[in-house]
Nanobody
Framework: QLQASGGGLVQAGGSLRLSCAASGQIFSTYAMAWFRQAPGKEREFVAVISWTVRDTDYVNSVRGRFTISRDNAKNTVYLQMNNLTPEDTGVYYC???????????????WGHGTQVTVSS
C-alpha cells in the first residue's frame, strides 16, 4: 500500500528525490513521514508532513537540506534531499499515520524502503 522509490548511490554534496506512492484510502487524511535506518542503528525519524500540508517537521540533522512535500492529487509524498553527507546513508522508509508525530510507533503503514548510499 506504500511504495517508496528514488534511492541510489550519490556522492557527498549531491541530491536525491525520494517518492512514496500510497493507496487513496491511506493517503487522503493521513500524516506521511520518512524514517531511515543505518546499519547497526535504530530507525530514525527524518521528516513528517500533515495531511493538510500545512505542517512539516524535521530532525535537526536534515533541517535546511531536506524538504518533505506531498501531492494529494497523486497520492504521493516526496523527500527532496540536498547536500547529502555520508551520515545520510541508510534505508529510507515512508510511513503513514492518523497522527502527526515523530514516533515510529504511531505509524500503521510502512513501505518496504529504498536504499540511499552517500559516498565521501
Amino acid at each position: 500500500q506504500l511504495q517508496a522509490s528514488g534511492g541510489g548511490l550519490v556522492q557527498a554534496g549531491g541530491s536525491l528525490r525520494l517518492s512514496c506512492a500510497a493507496s487513496g484510502q491511506i493517503f487522503s487524511t493521513y500524516a506521511m513521514a520518512w524514517f531511515r535506518q543505518a546499519p547497526g542503528k535504530e530507525r530514525e525519524f527524518v521528516a513528517v508532513i500533515s495531511w493538510t500540508v500545512r505542517d512539516t517537521d524535521y530532525v535537526n540533522s536534515v533541517r535546511g537540506r531536506f524538504t518533505i512535500s506531498r501531492d494529494n492529487a497523486k497520492n504521493t509524498v516526496y523527500l527532496q534531499m540536498n547536500n547529502l553527507t555520508p551520515e545520510d546513508t541508510g534505508v529510507y522508509y515512508c510511513a503513514a499515520s492518523q497522527y502527526y508525530h515523530r514516533d515510529y510507533r504511531k505509524y500503521n503503514y510502512w513501505g518496504h524502503g529504498t536504499q540511499v548510499t552517500v559516498s565521501s
